[in-house]
């Protein structure tokens, strides 16, 4: 399921969430469950709605895997 902003969640990929807490996704599987740590230091437990998140920014890396 992709973000609000249409994107395919990828490991690496800087989001933001409907409340503004900014995180990265720290893990992603093929069965659209990934994690996300926040910026804060809280480590988001397993997600698997990502159209309640916004994609701000994808690293080079990971948009070439």
């Not at 933001?16 to 069965?31: L, P, Q």
């Amino acid at each position: 399921m992709p973000y609000a902003s249409g994107e395919i969640p990828m490991v690496g990929d800087r989001i933001t969430d409907k409340r503004g807490r900014v995180g990265r996704v720290t893990a992603a599987s093929a069965g659209g469950i990934f994690t996300i740590t926040w910026n804060d230091g809280v480590a988001g437990a397993n997600y698997t709605i990502a159209e309640r998140f916004t994609l701000i920014s994808r690293s080079s890396e990971s948009a070439e895997k």
